[in-house]
């Protein structure tokens, strides 16, 4: 099938080269700062496994052309995908303008993104408006297919989908986009067909409810401290319950990212604007950013209200492991928090410290490490706010040496507070280790 | 020999009783261009006197009354910081307090460096809590701030707050002053101890209102805050000119602003008083109000007393009061965000010039400050406006509003915009048919419906003078202008009475004896001094 794909962010890059990937001929086209050129280099907006290596031999075998010219796409795709970061809708609507301006025939347009309720339907009265102006008579469909892919494992997520959320009332639109997406549809049909609101509000509903889901046991994780109660313990039993099960049941530093924290609050916005009720999500919300400053807390009365001078080294920066985004990231508030008290910083991730220095032009008390051991020199504390792979079983010996006092405080509950007690460390978690 | 029996003085009443005093508002009316000839603009703010009853004639009287009382000479002692309270033996400068370092000489000047240095002080406080890194004792940033203080330490914030109130802020201010602690108990039920914060703001440091009210408040704190040193460090900010009495309350000295005696109470909010303020609409905002008040002190010090705005109200006042025999003020802005303007004026003026001995001590054989009151226009129109149409008493109106509205887009079309609109057209539509009634009387009904009009419970006598001001906006700076104007305007006055305005001895006995009465509840014993009703008083509380 011939497909164009507008946007060239993680979503439409792995959206383009999956499809591809299954035999499809795609154009994908960059709506923001993205270059062409730099696509064609290898330089890609988003670091994520196994991308890269996925766009370049889709290039190299061909089914992959990256193309500036909307119009092109227009005139090449039998399927047309929006696929955009929630807040390029401005972007989406030029690319509806190109549409309905230059398409020679029936058009097919599949949104992804994630853009307010009542968009597709909106998008496709657009079009067939533009045909009826320039006296073309054409079948317009536009059909919503919310993506549902996380940083880290997007590729996966697209082509082994839990489901496909398919919003469209047109027999045959419905089939030809089940038919683009049967290679990831094998096992047994995932796809879900409603309607495009249906579809669009699903998005939002799954988002919300892990929000909530999160920030419930967050709440619980820090009363739990009150109570000397450990948080994994309740988690082990809530768990285990058939009826709530074990996913986004860990208590931590808050969520963040570019796009799940962001389509909570472009839902409250959507609903408040109306004058409808979002005063669980809300709350939801205001009690995530109060969250992301958890440790901050722990370490103002662990120092009794007093940061000044005092070393904070902190390690992990992205908002989750496997990702170079900081968007929203625990880490920023974090900062801000311990700069504004006089505090210094050494911090240290992977992957995400170009990001945070974007998001983050705040004051000179932050140096930046490239090994995380060296990041402890000096530190008066830890702060684990990101959960990568390479801080789960450290060197404790090393980090003792390195650290002038043995205190961490760990966002995302990666130790065992008994074992961390065992070799000397004073350790705080969220919900668990000891209380202040 | 006092001002009554001068030369200046005589004059006037000699045009009083020459006719003045008989003429008619409407007939000084019959001028097509008096509106024009009786009103002055500065900048942002718009003031019409021409419905007050004076003629060119009278107005030069007026300004040669005040050449005679030296007001140029006292205008320059005042703005350059002399010794003006001479009762406390100190300046009163509240202009210095506004000036930023620009054209001021003298004393004022002098104190221009600790002037900057506190305001840098207090915005950088301002900065830290407004923009979430000021912490309560857990952690969490402070939300709300309770500013503790009563008299000067409370009104003028709380007026200034209040009119801002469409300015977003991410604190929430509240109030507390009343010494009875009703308003301190019920706040305190809504507001959580990890993010609130209070400011304790005493001039002295010994009002006994703002301690005790500052007790409870660390009471409640207390119930969940085990560090005493946190408590206050991260719970309390002082502002007081008594850094001593502040840090033997437990405040640390990075959490005191300090100002300076020569900082009348009721003229405090241009000091670190005014930090609700800069919380409100930030410093930056705070320095627009400064410098609005310094523009019009600018003007006070330079324009000609004949178009001199303070000078020209002052004068006006002046006679009203002494020729005309007018003993009643009534401030009425017609926009509910200057509700607590009339309480501030009236203290204001009341507590500057309600005095009846001259600066030499003499007690005076004249009329000094009117009864001060009012309230926000529209709704006292169902209440006190019956009298100012028809009662026995002269009353002086001043009235106040401002001419947009900046809390929506003028160009708006929603439906909630045009209706506010229309609000507000309604709000001045009232606002000027009012000073039209009260000037004009029965010559404002309307010849069509004259005849509904004739029985003497509908007649409308009409001549009662008023001003009327008129703000751009209710902004910062257009508030430091008005609130600065009426300042001035008091002070010319006073110059007129030659009494002191900024000393306020006469509140001074009752708190004496209150702490006599305080001993005599707690130990009823200690009744014999006091009168038999007060005794009785007494009696019934504590039985």
């Known amino acids: ?436 | 020999m006092g001002v009554e029996s001068s030369k200046a003085w005589e004059a006037l009443q000699l045009h009083y009783e020459q006719g003045i005093g008989e003429v008619h508002l409407k007939s000084l009316f019959e001028d097509p261009d008096r509106a024009d000839a009786f009103s002055i603009e500065l900048d942002e703010l718009f003031l019409d006197y021409s419905k007050n009853r004076v003629t060119k004639e009278t107005l030069s009287l007026l300004v040669e009354l005040a050449k005679q009382q030296a007001l140029p000479d006292w205008i320059d002692r005042l703005l350059t910081g002399e010794q003006v309270n001479d009762t406390e033996n100190r300046p009163a400068m509240h202009a210095a307090l506004r000036a930023g370092g620009k054209d001021v000489k003298g004393v004022a000047l002098s104190v221009q460096a600790d002037i900057d240095a506190e305001f840098n002080k207090m915005a950088g406080i301002v900065n830290k809590i407004r923009s979430g890194h000021w912490r309560g004792y857990s952690g969490k940033p402070i939300t709300d701030v309770v500013n503790i203080g009563v008299g000067g330490s409370d009104l003028g914030p709380l007026m200034i707050t209040h009119a801002l109130q469409t300015i977003k802020s991410p604190i929430n201010l509240h109030f507390i002053s009343s010494i009875d602690g009703t308003q301190t108990s019920n706040l305190l039920k809504t507001l959580n101890q990890e993010t609130t914060l209070f400011i304790l703001a005493s001039k002295s440091f010994t009002t006994i209102d703002t301690l005790s009210n500052a007790e409870t408040a660390r009471d409640w704190l207390e119930e969940v805050v085990h560090d005493s040193n946190t408590l206050v460090s991260q719970h309390f900010l002082g502002v007081s000119t008594k850094p001593d009495m502040m840090s033997q309350w437990g405040i640390p000295e990075e959490n005191q602003l300090v100002f300076w005696d020569w900082v009348g109470g009721r003229y405090s909010l241009w000091s670190v008083i005014g930090l609700p303020i800069a919380l409100k609409v930030g410093m930056d905002g705070f320095k627009e109000m400064l410098a609005g008040a310094h523009l019009m002190d600018n003007h006070f010090g330079s324009a000609e007393l004949e178009k001199n705005m303070p000078v020209l109200m002052g004068l006006i006042d002046v006679w009203n009061i002494n020729f005309l025999d007018i003993q009643a003020k009534a401030i009425l802005p017609y926009d509910a965000r200057l509700r607590y303007l009339p309480s501030y004026f009236e203290q204001l003026v009341m507590e500057s010039n309600g005095k009846s001995v001259d600066r030499a001590g003499e007690k005076v054989s004249y009329k000094t400050c009117p009864i001060l009151w009012g309230e926000v226009g529209p709704n006292a129109q169902h209440a006190f406006y019956q009298l100012l149409h028809q009662g026995t008493q002269s009353v002086m109106c001043d009235f106040i509003a401002p001419i947009e509205r900046d809390d929506f887009d003028r160009n708006s079309v929603s439906e909630k915009d045009g209706s506010l609109r229309n609000q507000h057209e309604l709000a001045m539509a009232n606002c000027f048919a009012q000073s039209r009634v009260l000037m004009l009387g029965d010559a404002a009904i309307p010849d069509s419906i004259k005849e509904q009009f004739n029985t003497p419970f509908k007649h409308y006598p009409g001549n009662q003078p008023s001003n009327t001001i008129l703000l751009k906006t209710i902004s910062p700076k257009t508030l430091g202008m008005l609130v600065a104007l009426y300042e001035h305007k008091t002070f010319v006055e006073s110059v007129i009475w030659e009494i002191n305005p900024f000393d306020q001895w006469g509140v001074e006995l009752g708190k004496l004896i209150a702490k006599e009465a305080h001993a005599a509840i707690k130990d009823v014993t200690r009744i014999d001094g006091f009168d038999s009703s007060t005794q009785n008083l007494i009696k019934r509380l504590v039985k």
């Not at chain 1, 313990?233 to 570019?258: H, K, N």
């Not at chain 1, 990702?323 to 625990?330: G, L, Q, W």
């Not at chain 1, 402890?376 to 706010?385: P, Y």
């Open chain 1, 1 to 436: 099938m011939k497909v164009s794909v507008f946007g060239c962010e993680l979503s439409g890059l792995v959206t383009a080269g999956a499809l591809a990937q299954t035999g499809n001929r795609v154009v994908a086209m960059p709506i923001g700062v993205v270059k062409v050129e730099d696509l064609y280099q290898g330089v890609l907006p988003r670091d994520e496994p196994g991308l890269s290596q996925l766009i370049r031999s889709q290039v190299e075998e061909g089914g992959l052309v990256f193309e500036a010219d909307w119009r092109a796409g227009v005139k090449h795709g039998e399927v047309l995908i929006l696929s955009m970061p929630s807040w390029r809708l401005d972007r989406a609507e030029e690319v509806i303008k190109v549409i309905g301006e230059c398409a020679t025939g029936d058009v097919l347009v599949v949104n992804q993104s994630s853009f307010p309720i009542g968009t597709a339907d909106r998008f496709e009265a657009q079009i067939k408006l533009a045909f009826a102006q320039r006296g073309l008579v054409a079948k317009v469909s536009v059909a919503a297919m919310p993506e549902f892919i996380s940083e880290g494992s997007a590729i996966g997520d697209f082509t082994r989908p839990d489901r496909i959320v398919l919003g469209s009332r047109d027999e045959q639109s419905i089939n030809r986009i089940k038919d683009l997406m049967r290679p990831f549809n094998r096992v047994t049909d995932q796809v879900k067909v409603m309607s495009t609101r249906a579809a669009e509000y699903t998005k939002y509903a799954v988002n919300a409810l892990l929000a909530t889901r999160i920030s419930l046991v967050n709440e619980l994780a820090n009363n739990a401290e009150h109570f000397d109660i450990d948080m994994e313990e309740v988690r082990q039993g809530m768990g285990s319950d058939a009826r709530i099960g074990f996913s986004y049941l860990y208590p931590g530093c808050g969520f963040g990212g570019p796009s799940f924290a962001a389509d909570v609050k472009n839902l409250v916005g959507t609903l408040q604007s109306k004058g409808y009720d979002a005063d669980l999500l809300k709350t939801v919300l205001s009690n995530n950013e109060s969250q992301k400053e958890v440790l901050f807390r722990k370490a103002w009365r662990f120092f009794d209200t007093d940061l000044r001078g005092k070393k904070i080294a902190i390690w992990g920066l992205s908002f989750k492991p496997n990702t170079s985004t900081v968007e929203n990231a625990p880490s920023i508030k974090t900062v801000e928090a311990l700069a504004a008290q006089g505090a210094t910083i050494n911090a240290y991730d992977p992957k995400g410290v170009a990001d945070f220095k974007k998001h983050y032009q705040g004051c000179s008390c932050i140096e930046y490490f490239e090994d995380m051991y060296q990041a402890l020199e000096g530190a008066d504390a830890l702060f684990i706010l990101t959960e990568w792979k390479s801080f789960w079983s450290p060197d404790y010996e090393l980090m003792k040496s390195r650290m002038t006092t043995p205190v961490i405080f760990d966002g995302r509950n990666i130790y065992e507070p008994e074992v961390m007690k065992g070799l000397g460390f004073r350790y705080f978690g969220v919900g668990r280790g000891e209380t202040i």
